[in-house]
């Protein structure tokens, strides 16, 4: 009996080891290959839906920031206006003179900071070429620099622009802009009627330019536009740079107009306050005299000038001669 106690306690033992196995492995445990079941993943409560009160609050922000960025300077409807039709020359540069001041302060309807570049009181070109020189102190900003160049510049909304209201909040506004161009009367249509009048051709080009903007809005200011359409700084002028000559592109605008105004004086050939760079483009007047507003202008089938005859049909070889000496004497 004593020889086999020994190999009894070695069975005892290991039906102890086995059931303890056993124990652990069908006992839920918390380990690394036993991992408690995921959290299922919140729920994201969808936006509360917008009132109509904020929707409109929205549309008429996303009017006004298209507004206050897009329209400034000379008005293209004024600038084209048949009222103009002869008026003398001072009359005209005084009507359709781009303005020397422009509010860029946005602070009313957005928050965006435009780029340095951007904007009409960038650094003009002169500075960016020398700081210190004296084409900068007159020319300091890009205004001043393209109102050196170009005697008309202006832009105003085509209408009221169309205006969505996304369910996220954001909204895309599409419209269209006329922008209008004029430089001087260097190349202008001159002619002289039978009274010894002067006129001039004043064809200013207008044109539309499109626009398609997506508006972030936070705490009800525009906080972020996203720009799905080209554009150029006439029809931009806040937040875009002035860095392209706007005459480069006259021809490419929708529904380009250049209408043919009659004006009494002299051709404004280089008007005080123009200082073109020869390196720049000018926007070509039309040539001729067409138009109905020209029908109008007293005697102007007996003109002669630079599109007709220079001799004044009313011309007499034995009048002049007659008068030589009396005209001759009269300058000393």
């Known amino acids: 009996m004593r ?13 102890v080891a086995v059931a303890a196995a056993l124990w652990l492995a069908l006992s839920p445990g918390d380990t690394e290959s036993d991992p408690a079941p995921a959290a299922p993943s919140p729920v994201a409560e969808p936006a509360p839906a917008l ?5 409109d609050a929205l549309r008429d922000l996303a009017v006004r920031f298209e507004t206050r960025t897009r329209e400034w300077g000379v008005d293209p409807a004024a600038a084209t206006a048949d009222a ?32 340095a570049d951007a904007g009409p009181h960038a650094p003009s070109e002169a500075c960016t070429a020398d700081p210190a020189g004296a084409a900068c102190s007159m020319w300091p ?8 160049h170009h005697w008309t510049m202006g832009a105003r909304l085509d209408g009221e622009p169309d205006v969505t209201v996304n369910a996220d909040g954001t909204v895309d506004v599409t419209g269209r802009v006329r922008v209008v161009l004029w430089t001087s009367g260097l190349d202008a249509t001159r002619i002289r009627t039978r009274d010894g009048t002067s006129w ?12 398609h ?7 009800g200011l525009v906080s972020k536009r ?13 937040l875009s740079a002035w860095d392209d000559d706007p005459a480069a592109g006259t021809m490419s605008w929708a529904e380009r107009s250049q209408p043919s105004i009659p004006i009494r004086g002299d051709a404004p050939d280089d008007p005080d306050g123009l200082s073109p760079d020869p390196d720049h483009l000018m926007v070509a007047n039309a040539p001729g005299t067409d138009g109905p507003l020209w029908e109008t202008v007293p005697d102007v089938d007996t003109r002669y000038g630079s599109d007709a005859p220079q ?9 002049d001669a007659a008068t030589l000496r009396d005209r001759e004497a009269a300058f000393g």
């Open 226 to 238: 996203v720009r799905h359409s080209p554009t150029i700084w006439l029809a931009d002028p806040l």
């Open 200 to 211: 001039w051709a004043y064809t200013p080009v207008t044109g539309l330019i499109d626009y």
């Open 311 to 319: 001799q004044d049909p009313s011309w007499s070889p034995e009048d």
């Open 3 to 15: 020889n086999r106690l020994p190999a009894l306690i070695a069975v005892i033992a290991a039906i």
């Open 141 to 148: 900003d890009m205004l001043s620099w393209w109102r050196a």
């Open 51 to 55: 009132s109509d009160g904020e929707r």
């Open 213 to 219: 903007d997506t508006l972030t809005v936070t705490d």
């Open 84 to 115: 103009l039709a002869q008026s003398d020359t001072d009359t005209l540069l005084k009507a359709v003179r781009t303005p020397d001041a422009l509010d860029a302060d946005l602070s009313d309807v957005s928050s965006i900071a435009p780029d």
